[in-house]
């Protein structure tokens, strides 16, 4: 069955410091992978996704995730957090073999950066 | 701005009652998604659909149904609603399932938080 795990519910990082949000799936066949940011009182929002190619995918506000097979990962990270990150991150996987049209979201990891 | 609008942001039910969520989109998207979001749980796929009148079951369809006449209305229905299923409810929509269309996004709406006493 696919699934995803987010281990942290929370990280805590200091502005200007890099972060990194782990994400780790279970899928059978190839993966198409995302991130999404969910800030407080909105909807989630598209991050980036990881289709196929290059394993470090560029995404919006300066965020970037690294795809590594081998490990099953896609961790979210940036190289200078912001205050304004702070918010609710979703990775999730949608698996082509399935046929299926689901998308398969992690528990979430609220990411806190102090100013 | 493409959107995907929920009608109501927060409701507040008593057990028992039969409860609407309306969410409608202007993209001229064919997908349509109900989703709940529990902290701790993340999102849980409740129903989806593909198509007008049509319509799957997700992970958790139980206690709801769902409804679309028309292609950028999809609605979600709790035929009595119970205190469990308080939650945030979201919307979502993409484009079809063709092609390389594993690669579709997902756009969602602001949520709807419902209560029920």
């Known amino acids: 069955a696919q699934s995803v795990a987010q281990p942290e519910d929370q990280v805590n990082v200091a502005e200007g410091n890099p972060l990194t949000v782990k994400c780790t799936y279970s899928?059978?066949?190839?993966?198409?992978l995302f991130w999404y940011v969910q800030y407080p009182n909105r909807g989630l929002q598209f991050l980036l996704k990881y289709i196929t190619g290059d394993n470090l995918v560029k995404g919006s506000y300066g965020f970037e995730a690294e795809f590594n097979k081998s490990q099953t990962s896609f961790h979210l990270k940036k190289p200078s957090a912001l205050v304004s990150d702070s918010a609710l991150y979703f990775c999730?996987?949608?698996?082509?073999?399935?046929?299926?049209?689901?998308?398969?979201f992690g528990a979430g990891t609220r990411l806190f950066v102090k100013a | 701005d493409v959107k995907v609008t929920q009608s109501s942001r927060y409701l507040v039910k008593r057990t028992g009652e039969k409860v609407f969520l309306e969410c409608v989109q202007d993209m001229d998207h064919e997908n349509m998604f109900w989703y709940r979001q529990d902290p701790g749980l993340g999102l849980r796929l409740i129903y989806f659909s593909y198509d007008v009148k049509m319509k799957e079951k997700g992970d958790i369809p139980e206690g709801y149904s769902v409804s679309r006449e028309k292609k950028e209305r999809f609605s979600l229905i709790l035929e009595s609603a119970s205190t469990n299923q308080t939650s945030m409810y979201l919307c979502?929509?993409?484009?079809?399932?063709?092609?390389?269309?594993?690669?579709?996004?997902?756009?969602f709406g602001a949520g709807s938080r419902l209560t029920v006493l």
């Open positions: 999730a996987v949608r698996a082509l073999n399935t046929g299926g049209f689901k998308t398969i």
């Open positions: 899928v059978s066949g190839n993966p198409y």
């Open positions: 979502a929509s993409s484009l079809g399932f063709r092609g390389n269309s594993g690669a579709n996004v997902l756009t």
